[in-house]
């Protein structure tokens, strides 16, 4: 080796890694996805992975020999467009989706362009008495914008791939549809099919014709509609692929006081800059992570952190963007903005998490890929073997054209959308929501669910769990008067102590004559005429108040279960201690039994602290526990997880839960939680129940269960029929029939999921 090509090897081993993330335009299927992998992967210092439910290619790639622009044309000379996509900042602008509207509006004119002119025509060529003088010649006129202009997707793909020497389900469908259009073309003009009076009789006789006078016209129409509906469905399942990102983005503050000059001015949250100090009112959002610099206030950061409490903080404390203020006013010295904010690095691990998820090899395409080339080689040897036997040229095109005809899998176009439509309905009236084909899958794979604690099995919700009283103290006394106290208060403790004490008194609570908010301690005024505290224990210490024996006993075994404990004391006694925390859900512990039963291990994951974490885990039957986690913390455990080999479900509600939920194998979103947990989710709960869970996951692996048998029905009658096809017996009414029947038996077998019941 030369000192140059040694020095070359050597720096181009040390060369920077950079990473860029292409929108790739123009993939039809999955394997669209695989060869433009496999094309930028034997690029030098290239690696890629392309994923086809979000159209997206993330690649890693040698800065010092490889440019993006290298990158756009690799991809461009394989068959498909590229280009970098708009920074995150422009998710959220109307603009940025318009492309995909455009696409799916167009998808939705050629579907209902095909359906109206294909019906007519699948009707006069299957029934007898609707064949007038000259049908055929209507059959044909209608006929032909849906094989050209309906089907041109299909055409178009199956030319990309032919380029590129690859066979998919497109190809299958131009080839079957242009071959029956074609051979149409030609028995109508040059054989006996355009002549006045011709009928397709209804026989299902199997005998050896030269194929002049029959068209398949209603094949080439009936086809193409089929396989556009499943197309257009799928279509918009996947248009949701970057609305995560939306929606995390759109949960923080849009607008912003800044002070500046002693003045407060209204600026959009984008024109803050690191120093900018701004203000933040009671039940406003925080606009950027930054450092309280004068007021105290509780942040409730449940949705960022899942940390149930909410936070108390004061000068010097830190606070994140997109948390709520639920206390007392703040001034904020913003530290981090734009794409360096927590939010936006959350919205960074979701779309990780979605780019890293493997593509879904849709079984339609693994089949086709095999059988599309067989069909081509079958129809090629019939026409060789009837053209060496002499039978002629027409005969010979005749069994040839046949063999493409009935490969042409009308009943798989109805196969996955027809099981997925009856499933989501079905779904949807339990109160389950599927997203696509691609989610069903990893249903039937699962064997661990994770879950998280906050919102999911339990309320998210503070509520008063217990009064423990003195011995010369009653229950009713203590709601009465702390309750009074409290409702006066904005803190989220105090509105679960006064909602807790109305509903257990059942009588509109007194209003105090005078109140006081302590910062970071609790409250104090007079009730009733009583001087009455409530709050930390070192409220009660400042008025020279110490808790007795039995209720500090009490307090230390709230704190040690992971309940808040706050004291409430009056006329210079201390009285009572009251256990707030956030409930667990009545249904959790079924729930979690049921999921069990499937085959599914469960484990706790949360941001709150460890006491918590155990007290809710025992609770409800679940032995693994994960505590003060983090949010990207909760997609290193699912990564964690899954690299022991376990395929992982997770079922989360707020935004700390999105990138985990994304990154799972199956992603579960309670819809009673943040838009951004159900974007990034594959199947949402509408009802905020856990044992919607358990219904989810049996309800997917029944219609992928259902798929499956449809797909085998769908392929099942095409490889039966082609070796009468072959033998050149073929027979149009049987092509038709059996077409028919297959179509058919998928609708009614899918239609068995309506019968779907959730465990009672």
Known sequence: MSAHTAAHTAATAHAPKAEVELAVGGMTCASCAARIEKKLNRMDGVTAAVNYATEKAHVTYDGAAVSVQDLIATVEKTGYTAHEPAPPARATDEEADVPAAREADTLRQRLVTAVLLAVPVIAMSMIPALQFDNWQWLALTLTAPVVTYAGWPFHRAAWTNARHGAATMDTLISLGTSAAFLWSLWALFFGTAGMTGMTHPFELTIGRTDGAGNIYLEAAAGVTAFILAGRYFESRSKRKAGAALRALLELGAKEVTVLRDGREVTV????????????????????????????????????????????????????????????????????????????????????DAQNGKAAAQRL?????????????????????????????????????????????????????????????????????????????????????????????????????????????????????????????????????????????????????????????????????????????????????????????????????????????????????????????????????????????????????????????????????????VMPQDKVDVVKRLQAEGRSVAMVGDGVNDAAALAQADLGLAMGTGTDAAIEAGDLTLVRGDLRAAPDAIRLARRTLSTIRTNLFWAFAYNVAALPLAAAGLLNPMIAGAAMAFSSVFVVGNSLRLRRFRGES
Request: charge should be negative.
């Open 268 to 351: 959009d949250t984008a024109d803050l800059r690191v120093g900018d100090r701004f203000l933040v009112r009671p039940g406003e959002k925080i606009a950027t992570d930054g450092t309280v610099v004068e007021g105290s206030s509780a942040v409730d950061a449940s949705m960022l952190t899942g940390e149930s409490v909410p936070v108390e903080v004061g000068v010097g404390d830190t606070v994140t963007g997109a948390t709520l203020n639920a206390g007392g006013r703040l001034v904020v010295e913003a530290t981090r903005v734009g794409a360096d904010t927590q939010l936006a690095r959350m919205a960074k691990l979701v779309e």
């Open 364 to 628: 339609a395409d693994r089949i086709s890929a095999v059988f599309v080339p067989v069909v081509i080689a079958l129809a090629l040897g019939t026409l060789g073997f009837w053209l060496a036997d002499g039978a002629g040229l027409t005969a010979a095109f005749t069994a040839a054209v046949a063999v493409l005809i009935i490969a042409c899998p009308c009943a798989l176009g109805l196969a996955t959308p027809t099981a997925l439509m009856v499933g989501t309905g079905r779904g949807a009236q339990l109160g389950i929501l599927i997203k696509g084909p691609e989610v069903l899958e990893s249903t039937r794979r699962a064997d661990t669910i994770v879950l998280d604690k906050t919102g999911t099995v339990t309320t998210g919700r503070m509520t008063l769990q217990a009064v423990r009283t003195a011995p010369d103290t009653t229950e009713s006394d203590v709601l009465r008067l702390a309750g009074a106290l409290e409702h006066a208060s904005e803190h989220p403790i105090a509105q679960a102590v006064a909602t807790g004490a109305a509903e257990r008194t059942g009588a509109a609570l007194p209003t105090p004559e005078d109140f006081a908010n302590v910062p970071g301690l609790g409250v104090q005024g007079v009730v009733d005429g009583h001087a009455v505290l409530v709050g930390r224990e070192q409220l009660l210490a400042e008025w020279e108040i110490r808790l007795p024996a039995d209720l500090a006993a009490r307090k230390a075994e709230a704190e040690a279960a992971g309940r808040t404990a706050i004291a409430v004391a009056w006329d210079g006694e201390a009285r009572a201690v009251l256990e707030v925390a956030d409930a667990v859900k009545d249904t959790s512990a079924e729930a979690i039994t049921r999921l069990r039963r499937l085959g599914l291990r469960p484990i706790l994951l949360t941001g709150d602290n460890r006491a918590v974490a155990e007290s809710v885990a025992a609770e409800v039957g679940i032995d693994e526990v994960y505590a003060e």
